[in-house]
């Protein structure tokens, strides 16, 4: 099978806590003039000590403000972490119709790829695979995409526009809207790799084919994600 292993990267920054040390500053009593003038000179050399480092705290705190939001990054390869094993997750229309991993060959197909990279995806991300071309019972043609958790948390739903194609110029995916929600995904729990379908017109079946890691173009934009938290 085709495997492109292709990164949609939502990182979760977390600000990180600045810590600031008080400095002491000791006048030194003297009845010398001289003495009196030098001390005031080293303690207003300390309070402007104090005062840069209470800027650069400030600077750094807002530095921190900025990375706290949530970012999607660029198509990247694979990093294995320091991550567990994924598993295998049935979409919940499937769950509900009976569908196991065991009980269906689609299914334990799919597990075999997993379990041959469990380490797939980047820690702190949600990473799309574009994985192969189906053919579907009615006749029409989809591309098989694993969506990977590597998350904080359980995802509940994420919305993004999928662009797919090459650097050519050549696109199977134009800002297509993507939506994968509880209703008939499930919860998308950590560290899994759930399996979802985009219908793709027969003529660009060949555009996917001559794919590499080195021509593609994938993009994700406008994303809306929500945790189950």
Do not use: H, W
């Not at 530095?63 to 049935?90: I, N």
Request: net charge negative; with cysteine; aromatic share 6%.
């Amino acid at each position: 099978m085709k495997k492109l292993l292709i990164f949609l990267a939502l990182a979760m920054m977390i600000a990180g806590c600045s810590n600031s040390n008080d400095e002491e500053v000791t006048e030194e009593v003297s009845t010398d003039d001289e003495t009196e003038e030098t001390s005031s000179e080293e303690e207003t050399d300390a309070a402007s000590e104090v005062d840069t480092t209470d800027e650069e705290v400030e600077n750094n705190e807002e530095a921190d403000d900025s990375q706290s939001e949530t970012r999607v990054g660029t198509a990247g390869q694979a990093t294995s972490g320091d991550v567990p094993d994924l598993k295998l997750q049935v979409q919940k229309a499937d769950e509900e119709a009976g569908v196991t991993i065991e009980n269906n060959e689609m299914y334990s197909q799919l597990n075999e790829i997993i379990k041959a990279d469990p380490k797939a995806g980047i820690p702190n991300d949600f990473s799309v695979f574009p994985n192969d071309i189906v053919y579907n019972e009615d006749g029409s043609t989809s591309i098989l995409f694993f969506g990977v958790n590597r998350l904080r948390a359980p995802i509940q739903s994420i919305y993004f526009e999928l662009t797919l194609g090459n650097q050519n110029g050549d696109y199977i995916f134009e800002g297509m809207p993507v939506t994968l929600d509880e209703e008939y995904m499930g919860i998308i729990e950590k560290d899994s790799a759930v399996p979802f379908l985009l219908d793709v017109d027969p003529e660009d079946e060949g555009i996917f084919m001559e794919l590499t890691e080195e021509n593609i173009d994938l993009r994700l934009d406008n994303y809306d994600l929500e945790l189950d938290e």
